[in-house]
């Protein structure tokens, strides 16, 4: 296993760190570049683009590993350095190539439109717009759950909404250093762990592009840990959200004889902190009669600052927060029943209670300031 992870992750981490240091000098060429505002933490104007250096660090290393692959398939039998293991999953990875692809199409169209975003500033309404299109489009090409319910209509509105809320959920956590790639860097570990080792039979496809994804982040990381000399942009969060949205549906997180149905629950816990902050802080911009994609600064990470934490360790917070959380869905391989997961359960949302009050009283110090200063 060690080797597959090697061979998954640092042509993915070469690829990205070479691009991204590429992208740190183009990008402010391009009018890639970030500005200071009042509702942003970094005080230097700073590159954008950092999201390319991802999306080559994912795409270059599975059309060569696709390559490979075909290659492999057309020999009369496999060479001798391509373990047994993978040689009989050759077919599988190429029936299900063509979904991949689907989702790589889908997140180059992403990427693009991050890009023209970060350059020109585009409408949220119209983002949003094309993200539920592509959404549509890949459950019609048949990325899609099935949570348990016969109905197909069911499991592909649910899907739909799950890649959406995504891909926002991890753009809206692109507002301070390291910290949207880190959080994509815990998940997709945790989830590439479940995926190989967890699932009975390893998905060898979804484990290793989830290790591609991976050592791409990390790659990126290598400039974007603060202080950052690059940022990702929207190009970066939105691919990072798409990814690991369809991953987690084309991974199938249980056998299909299986009595454990609760580990379907896996995803929502590693992703409870993205998706915690998500729908908080739509719920206060709706709250306070403003648009739900308005930047703020009324993020998990915002309020730990705003209790004194610095910007590193409010980011380190919220990594193990994450972490925490998808150590929670791996427990939850190691429960037999439904009384095992509610423990569980109840850990993680402990944990986010914690995170309430932690935010709750970042707010009335807030309030307090301000009257003060009336």
Same mark, same amino acid.
């Given at each position: 296993?060690?080797?597959?992870?090697?061979?998954?992750?640092?042509?993915?981490?070469?690829?990205?760190?070479?691009?991204?240091?590429?992208?740190?000098?183009?990008?402010?060429?391009?009018?890639?570049?970030?500005?200071?505002?009042?509702?942003?933490?970094?005080?230097?104007?700073?590159?954008?683009?950092?999201?390319?250096?991802?999306?080559?660090?994912?795409?270059?290393?599975?059309?060569?590993?696709?390559?490979?692959?075909?290659?492999?398939?057309?020999?009369?039998?496999?060479?001798?350095?391509?373990?047994?293991?993978?040689?009989?999953? *050759?077919?599988?990875?190429?029936?299900?190539?063509?979904?991949?692809?689907?989702?790589?199409?889908?997140?180059?169209?992403?990427?693009?439109?991050?890009?023209?975003?970060?350059?020109?500033?585009?409408?949220?309404?119209?983002?949003?717009?094309?993200?539920?299109?592509?959404?549509?489009?890949?459950?019609?090409?048949?990325?899609?759950?099935?949570?348990?319910?016969?109905?197909?209509?069911?499991?592909?509105?649910?899907?739909?909404?799950?890649?959406?809320?995504?891909?926002?959920?991890?753009?809206?956590?692109?507002?301070?250093?390291?910290?949207?790639?880190?959080?994509?860097?815990?998940?997709?570990?945790?989830?590439?762990?479940?995926?190989?080792?967890?699932?009975?039979?390893?998905?060898?496809?979804?484990?290793?592009? *989830?290790?591609?994804?991976?050592?791409?982040?990390?790659?990126?990381?290598?400039?974007?840990?603060?202080?950052?000399?690059?940022?990702?942009?929207?190009?970066?969060?939105?691919?990072?959200?798409?990814?690991?949205?369809?991953?987690?549906?084309?991974?199938?997180?249980?056998?299909?004889?299986?009595?454990?149905?609760?580990?379907? *629950?896996?995803?929502?816990?590693?992703?409870?902190?993205?998706?915690?902050?998500?729908?908080?802080?739509?719920?206060?911009?709706?709250?306070?009669?403003?648009?739900?994609?308005?930047?703020?600064?009324?993020?998990?990470?915002?309020?730990?600052?705003?209790?004194?934490?610095?910007?590193?360790?409010?980011?380190?917070?919220?990594?193990?927060?994450?972490?925490?959380?998808?150590?929670?869905?791996?427990?939850?391989?190691?429960?037999?029943?439904?009384?095992?997961?509610?423990?569980?359960?109840?850990?993680?949302?402990?944990? *986010?209670?914690?995170?309430?009050?932690?935010?709750?009283?970042?707010?009335?110090?807030?309030?307090?300031?301000?009257?003060?200063?009336?």
């Amino acid at each position: 296993m060690v080797w597959f992870f090697c061979v998954c992750t640092l042509p993915a981490f070469l690829v990205s760190w070479s691009v991204t240091w590429l992208m740190r000098r183009w990008a402010p060429a391009w009018g890639l570049v970030d500005q200071p505002a009042a509702r942003k933490v970094h005080v230097t104007p700073t590159p954008l683009g950092g999201g390319i250096g991802i999306y080559a660090g994912v795409v270059i290393p599975l059309i060569t590993a696709y390559l490979v692959v075909l290659w492999q398939s057309r020999l009369p039998a496999p060479t001798i350095w391509l373990p047994d293991v993978l040689s009989i999953h *050759l077919p599988g990875v190429l029936y299900k190539a063509g979904q991949l692809w689907g989702i790589i199409a889908a997140g180059s169209i992403l990427v693009a439109m991050g890009l023209l975003d970060d350059r020109f500033g585009l409408s949220w309404k119209g983002r949003l717009s094309v993200q539920f299109l592509l959404a549509i489009a890949l459950v019609s090409g048949g990325v899609r759950g099935t949570l348990f319910v016969a109905d197909p209509m069911f499991g592909s509105i649910v899907t739909v909404f799950w890649i959406v809320v995504l891909i926002n959920s991890l753009n809206f956590l692109d507002n301070m250093d390291g910290l949207c790639g880190g959080i994509g860097l815990v998940a997709s570990l945790i989830f590439a762990w479940i995926m190989l080792q967890l699932t009975g039979e390893p998905r060898w496809l979804v484990g290793g592009t *989830l290790l591609i994804l991976a050592g791409s982040i990390a790659g990126f990381l290598c400039h974007n840990w603060t202080p950052a000399r690059i940022f990702m942009g929207d190009a970066g969060s939105t691919f990072i959200g798409l990814m690991l949205a369809t991953m987690t549906i084309l991974g199938t997180f249980y056998e299909e004889n299986t009595t454990q149905q609760h580990v379907f *629950l896996a995803p929502l816990l590693i992703l409870a902190i993205p998706l915690y902050d998500f729908l908080t802080v739509i719920s206060i911009r709706l709250r306070n009669g403003k648009s739900p994609f308005q930047p703020d600064r009324n993020h998990f990470s915002h309020r730990l600052t705003d209790l004194g934490l610095s910007r590193r360790n409010a980011v380190l917070t919220v990594h193990f927060a994450t972490l925490t959380t998808g150590l929670g869905a791996v427990l939850l391989y190691h429960v037999p029943d439904w009384s095992g997961a509610a423990l569980v359960l109840a850990l993680v949302f402990c944990l *986010l209670v914690i995170v309430a009050i932690l935010e709750q009283a970042a707010r009335m110090k807030n309030a307090a300031a301000e009257k003060k200063s009336l």
